[in-house]
């Protein structure tokens, strides 16, 4: 099999609202390029197969996945170990954003031009915190996850080493931005900003949401669940991988939070933060354990 210039891998979850302007959008920015796409579908269960069949790419390569299980960190913990192919850059976009047409190029550009950048974020355009969001991601160190770029070696180095990301991580990106800031060793290395960069040609923009949509709402909400959550696994990521580095990360995020809270308590600075640091330890407590799945190839 011939070196891809791009190897992609597009995240969706019930997102037939989008996903076809996203993979068309990819596909055209892979134009005169060597590339893949791999579509992994975690636990969709709305009309997204039936789009899809429907999108005839030109440029690229195209491969649908289905996980019995919605969770990112295993559909990331499987595109890394399972469906990697040999490439330039591997590169990671969700299924609601749509693509700039030299993104895929300047990513794998910026990484072959700095050998010391792990990962490459591209950067948002529109609505209203895009400035402040791509004026942070240029200042470097850290990884916006709706599109970036892995260097090759960056990865090929933590498949050797056997880290995986803990099934029903929320901020799996954050955590694949550590590992690069810390360049896999967090015992020894110190986090370094550098490793982790903006490139200003790459571009990504995103549907906006609207008040006055129902479903919107509801992914707004659950979103702010989300973060709750996500800073009780910060909190308990730099315990583990500051005393035992990235090998003592658990199989399942909710063991180690579930373990932080025996000896923390969660704090919030509002009401607001209060109420869903609240449901999001409700939800914890009532959260099944997920294990590793693997998904079947969509015929489309």
Same mark, same amino acid.
């Given at each position: 099999?011939?070196?891809l210039?791009?190897?992609?891998a597009v ?6 609202a ?11 920015a892979?134009?005169g390029k060597?590339?893949?796409?791999s579509v992994?579908?975690n636990?969709?269960t709305?009309n ?8 005839m790419p030109?440029n690229a390569?195209?491969t649908v ?8 960190a ?11 192919r040999?490439?330039?850059?591997h ?5 609601y954003?749509?693509?700039?047409g030299a ?6 550009a ?5 050998p010391? =950048?792990? *990962? ?6 529109? /609505?209203?915190? $895009?400035?402040?969001?791509? !004026? %942070?991601? #240029?200042?470097?160190g850290?990884?916006?996850?709706l599109c970036?770029g892995?260097?090759p070696d ?8 056997g880290?995986?990301?803990p ?19 967090s015992?020894n290395?110190?986090?370094?900003d ?6 200003e ?13 129902m ?8 979103w702010?669940?989300r973060?709750?959550r996500?800073?009780?696994?910060? =909190?308990? *990521?730099?315990?583990l991988i500051y005393?035992g /580095?990235?090998g $003592?990360?658990?199989d399942? !995020? %909710?063991? #180690?939070?579930?373990?932080?809270m025996m ?8 009401m607001?933060?209060?109420y869903?640091?609240n ?19 969509i015929s489309?």
């Amino acid at each position: 099999m011939s070196r891809l210039d791009f190897d992609i891998a597009v995240f969706a979850v019930n997102d037939a609202a989008t996903i076809g302007a996203c993979i068309q959008s990819t596909d055209r920015a892979c134009s005169g390029k060597n590339a893949h796409i791999s579509v992994l579908l975690n636990g969709t269960t709305d009309n997204t197969i039936e789009i899809l069949r429907d999108i005839m790419p030109t440029n690229a390569a195209l491969t649908v996945y289905w996980f019995p299980v919605a969770d990112k960190a295993n559909a990331i913990n499987h595109f890394l170990y399972e469906l990697r192919r040999e490439a330039r850059v591997h590169i990671c976009v969700d299924a609601y954003t749509r693509i700039g047409g030299a993104s895929f190029r300047a990513m794998a550009a910026s990484i072959e031009a700095d050998p010391k =950048a792990m *990962i490459a974020s591209a950067l948002p355009v529109g /609505g209203r915190s $895009a400035k402040s969001v791509a !004026a %942070n991601t #240029m200042k470097g160190g850290m990884v916006n996850g709706l599109c970036y770029g892995l260097r090759p070696d960056f990865v090929h180095r933590m498949v050797e080493a056997g880290f995986r990301l803990p099934l029903q991580l929320y901020r799996v990106d954050g955590l694949l931005g550590s590992m690069g800031a810390h360049d896999l060793d967090s015992m020894n290395t110190i986090w370094d900003d550098t490793r982790l960069i903006g490139v200003e040609d790459a571009r990504f923009a995103l549907k906006p949401l609207s008040i006055f949509k129902m479903d919107d709402i509801r992914r707004q909400y659950n979103w702010e669940i989300r973060q709750a959550r996500g800073r009780m696994e910060n =909190a308990a *990521i730099k315990l583990l991988i500051y005393a035992g /580095g990235y090998g $003592a990360l658990p199989d399942n !995020a %909710n063991h #180690m939070i579930r373990n932080w809270m025996m000896v923390n308590r969660p704090s919030s600075r509002t009401m607001r933060e209060k109420y869903f640091m609240n449901m999001a330890v409700r939800q914890l407590l009532h959260s099944k354990d997920l294990k590793a799945s693997r998904p079947e190839i969509i015929s489309l």
